[in-house]
């Protein structure tokens, strides 16, 4: 009754629009147009973002808070600043901000967002950025869960396909709660509640990468995060990144957000952020052109290699850059411009400790040659930026040009023209004369691709017909000169002919770096013990309980413990010890004091898990670890420990929801199934943890003390070149005490420690978790970041190795303390 009522009001309001007002048609029509809350604020249009009645090019470079200490953002700024950006972007990572997991989906106590507004404090108001925030829910970002906290996975439904991200009602209620935390903590720093001159956030993320997901109902979820930031108070401009739901989109909410896009492309695939740019141009005319990711280097994996190998070099660098200004964007975004560290395991499953993603800024703090091709180009977007950002053309018909040149034309409302051109060949240089013909724009019918971690393409757009306009301008010629893989500008004032052009050739500034004086620290000793198990705080381990119901979301190494009675008969039949995890984490295990033979996984290191199901979800009956113990148990009480070594919370796929622990384990007489389960203790923490091992004042005058290798030069990266050894037990602690000298108040330098062990675990500097080893490799240096060092004479510095026995052991064979080379800087 009541839908005929309304139903009959309804046709009433439409008679009478339509007498008043025409016909209704037009006033039902959803309205895409865009709305700005503030738009003497900020607004944005086809071209640019406008900010305080500005065009502003937006030139941006990504800094995560949460990869450095606190007490080195300042230098990291600076050097930012001083490269000429205008804003700096970060991820916010959920899972770093509410650690432990709410009691309803109303309880806000848990979260912490102190160092956040720290950070934002710092860019806004002591170096003058603008900053982007990007709360997820899911990052990516080679971090831990994708962002997701891993308690999160208590509430799915722990079956089927991915949850996470999907536009499940309970999925949805749970990101609301996050998006409903982080933005009544930030509303306060939009630029649009500080006064007028005053720096503050410009632009916050909806998800990321949405198009890579391949879930239904895609824009429910989108809408409700969209309600969520504007029911708190967000009123600055929205957007997402390779999400084609909001990219054009016609819906009166989702058409108030815009689409940008990510480039990841090979070394001599620079062309297509040109072509990609125009694309997205053409298909959301009324937003801006923004890379969110810029390419700024590569992540690395255990295993594999390092990011320092990675082929995106400065050239690189400069061309992604240049190309995608060519191609019409007005905002570009440095993903990496300062990397950083995985510090306490933080990152994602698999990754290295290092985050140094090769990135302008190294880890250590260190300027690279991207760096200063950055600061080139930095000066190159503040001198014409204003000119760009309504410029129009693009990607050209190059007439008498060698094959691998590649250009096109830009033209400022003024007239000023900039022709663009790069040599994609990386091992030669050309030059030549060649005639720019803007009246024929460039036309692609290429698939547009990214590369992804293992070197694959990855299709972002299927070929098509594209072009990029019409310029009507006639033609010109012109000299050029480019190295290898270069990339130049030709900048001809209006009115000029080509020939009095200037070109800005971005040639990166060579740094006068000091020469380091200070000689590498060969550690001759250092004390060892082993855990005190049996000294741990062991609780019992109720029925089912991952370590999310015992209050563990991180990523520590934990203890289990059983202890069983068998007879003669049952010692004969039941040689296997076998785990059922909650997911694919390891374990070693010990029977009566002696470690077990381990049948699987038979590599139990950080990446054995792709191997085995990385993309399944684990299953109920699914035993994922298991040692065979014959000749281990003994008629009457036996005891058995187990060491849990979390490898950290993928970042993607079925295996981010999945909890960790153990979720029952026993004897057998099969691999398949558990015919004795046994009942179980844990202790959350290693005894060593408890009892302060790593803290800098613990006294371990009773360890016994080892000397180490003096004689082999250790090896600086690599896979399998730890020291092999046998296992003797579950887990080792090691510490060894060093001196640096007094700081020169006139050089900076960063320093390293060199590692040659065996064992997988942590290391702590001065009672700083600095992050994982992994014997496997490749990394072998790990950063010491000098605000945790202590400097001068009688001033110990303390590095702690808590580690887990692999099949090699724990073995600490070599030491070395030393500067990083060629990164001084002066003061």
């Not at 147009?33 to 249009?45: A, E, G, L």
């Not at 967002?113 to 970002?141: H, N, S």
């Not at 295993?303 to 190309?323: I, K, N, Q, V």
């Not at 039941?574 to 390891?586: G, H, P, V």
Request: charged share 25%; aromatic share 12%.
């Amino acid at each position: 009754m009541r839908k005929n009522i309304f139903t009959a009001l309804l046709l009433l309001c439409i008679a009478v629009d339509a007498c008043l007002a025409g016909p209704l048609s037009l006033s039902l029509k959803s309205d895409t147009t865009k709305h700005f809350s503030h738009p003497d604020r900020i607004r944005y249009d086809g071209s640019c973002m406008t900010i305080e009645g500005k065009d502003v090019f937006i030139y941006s470079a990504a800094f995560h808070y949460f990869r450095c200490p606190q007490e080195l953002w300042r230098d990291r700024f600076r050097k930012i600043k001083e490269a000429g950006f205008n804003t700096v972007e970060t991820y916010i990572p959920w899972n770093w901000h509410e650690r432990s997991m709410p009691s309803s989906i109303d309880d806000y106590s848990h979260l912490d967002f102190k160092d956040l507004k720290a950070w934002l404090k710092m860019a806004q108001e002591e170096f003058g950025l603008y900053t982007i925030v990007r709360p997820g829910p899911f990052l990516c970002a080679e971090w831990s869960g994708g962002g997701y906290p891993r308690w999160l996975a208590k509430f799915g439904p722990g079956k089927g396909g991915l949850w996470l991200r999907s536009a499940d009602p309970e999925h949805i209620k749970w990101s609301v709660h996050w998006y409903n935390a982080v933005s009544k903590a930030l509303a306060s720093e939009q630029i649009t509640r500080k006064k007028k001159g005053q720096k503050g956030i410009v632009l916050f993320q909806i998800e990321n990468e949405y198009d890579a997901h391949g879930t239904k109902d895609k824009e429910t979820f989108l809408k409700a995060l969209y309600h969520a930031y504007k029911n708190n108070g967000i009123d600055v401009p929205l957007f997402t990144c390779l999400t084609s739901q909001t990219r054009a989109s016609k819906d009166p909410e989702l058409s108030q957000v815009f689409d940008c896009d990510n480039y990841y492309v090979g070394l001599t695939d620079a062309p297509s952020c040109a072509r990609r740019m125009v694309d997205l141009r053409r298909t959301q005319s009324d937003a801006p052109g923004f890379v969110t990711e810029l390419q700024g280097g590569w992540f690395s994996l255990v295993t594999g290699t390092l990011s320092e190998e990675h082929p995106s070099d400065a050239r690189h660098f400069r061309a992604l850059g240049l190309m995608s200004i060519l191609g019409g964007g007005t905002g570009i975004n440095y993903y990496m411009f300062f990397g950083g560290t995985h510090f306490a395991g933080w990152g994602a499953r698999g990754m290295t400790t290092s985050y140094d993603y090769n990135a302008a800024i190294r880890e250590s703090g260190a300027t690279s040659p991207k760096y200063f091709v950055a600061k080139a180009l930095g000066k190159f977007i503040n001198e014409y930026g204003a000119k760009l950002v309504r410029s129009v053309g693009g990607p050209c018909q190059l007439q008498n040009a060698p094959e691998k040149l590649f250009g096109g034309m830009r033209i400022a409302p003024d007239g000023t023209k900039f022709v663009f051109l790069h040599n994609t060949d990386p091992d030669k240089p050309m030059k030549g004369r060649v005639t720019v013909v803007p009246g024929k724009m460039a036309i692609s019918t290429e698939p547009m691709y990214n590369i992804d971690q293992n070197g694959k393409k990855v299709l972002i757009k299927a070929a098509e017909g594209m072009t990029s306009g019409t310029l009507e301008t006639a033609p010109f010629s012109i000299d050029f000169n480019l190295p290898d893989l270069g990339a130049q500008v030709l900048v001809i004032p209006p009115g000029a002919k080509p020939e009095q052009g200037k070109w800005c050739r971005m040639e990166a500034e060579q740094p006068n770096r000091p020469a380091i004086t200070a000689p590498p620290i060969r550690i001759t000793s250092a004390v060892r013990s082993d855990d005190p198990l049996k000294e741990a705080k062991w609780k019992p381990l109720p029925q089912d309980a991952s370590l999310t119901d015992l209050g563990i979301n991180d990523f520590r190494y934990s203890l289990y413990r059983s202890e069983v009675v068998l007879s003669a008969a049952d010692i004969v039949k039941e040689n296997r010890l076998i785990f059922n995890m909650f997911t694919r984490d390891i374990v070693s295990a010990s029977v009566n004091g002696k470690p077990a033979k381990r049948l699987f996984p038979a590599q139990a290191d950080a990446q054995t898990w792709v191997t085995r199901g990385a993309y399944d979800r684990i299953r109920p009956n699914e035993y994922d670890n298991r040692f065979d113990v014959t000749g281990l148990l003994k008629e009457g009480e036996n005891e058995i420990t187990v060491v849990y070594e979390n490898l950290g919370h993928a970042h993607g796929y079925v295996p981010m929801e999945e909890l960790a622990g153990i979720r029952q384990a026993g004897l057998s007489t099969s691999d398949t199934i558990l015919t004795h389960p046994l009942t179980w203790e844990c202790a959350t923490d290693m005894a060593g943890i408890t009892q302060g091992f790593t803290q800098l004042s613990f006294s371990a005058s009773k360890w016994e003390k080892v000397a180490l290798n003096q004689l082999n030069e250790i090896p600086r990266k690599g896979n399998g070149v730890q020291p092999h050894d046998k296992q003797t037990g579950l887990f080792t602690w090691y510490r060894i005490e060093f001196d640096l000298p007094e700081k020169d108040p006139k050089i900076w330098m960063p320093w390293l420690a060199r590692i040659n062990t065996s064992g997988n675990g942590y290391m702590w500097l001065n009672g700083h978790n600095i992050g994982r080893h992994w014997e496997a490799g490749p990394q072998r240096e790990f950063y010491l970041p000098e605000c945790w060092l202590n400097f001068g004479k009688k001033k110990k510095n303390v590095l702690v190795f808590g580690l887990r026995q692999t099949e090699n052991g724990a073995l600490l064979n070599a030491v070395e303390i030393r500067p990083y080379p060629e990164s001084a800087e002066l003061r």
